[in-house]
């Protein structure tokens, strides 16, 4: 009833920039929290920022350098990433807290995840 789908990924040079974008479709009553998370092989998965209405949060390790937005009007969230460094490289999966016409109760939704890698 409800996905994430996320865009934007792709192949980037140390220093470089990419801006994903998750958008969230079917039978939605309303979004909570949307956010961002990666996992690098052999990793486990981390958060990378969330935005809620009363503000954002950032990881360190992106502080800085990442902004997450989000627009309410296209049920959208983004992630702007400068200055990007090899260990950035992962695959982002966009995540959201939704709830269904039908339902009315907060889900926890993921998108399919997509690749950024960082090299030169």
């Known amino acids: 009833q409800v996905q994430l789908v996320e865009s934007g990924g792709g192949l980037v040079q140390p220093g470089g920039s990419l801006r994903l974008s998750c958008a969230a479709s079917?039978?939605?009553?309303?979004?909570?929290?949307m956010g961002w998370y990666r996992q690098a092989p052999g990793k486990q998965r981390e958060l990378v920022a969330v935005?809620?209405?009363?503000?954002?949060t950032n990881a360190d390790s992106v502080k800085g350098r990442f902004t997450i937005s989000r627009d309410n009007a296209k049920n959208t969230v983004y992630l702007q990433m400068n200055s990007l460094k090899p260990e950035d490289t992962a695959v982002y999966y966009c995540?959201?807290?939704?709830?269904?016409?039908?339902?009315?109760?907060?889900?926890?939704?993921w998108g399919q995840g997509t690749q950024v890698t960082v090299s030169s």
């Open positions: 079917g039978s939605i009553f309303s979004i909570n929290t």
């Open positions: 995540n959201a807290l939704i709830a269904t016409m039908a339902r009315r109760l907060l889900h926890d939704y």
């Open positions: 935005i809620t209405s009363g503000g954002t």
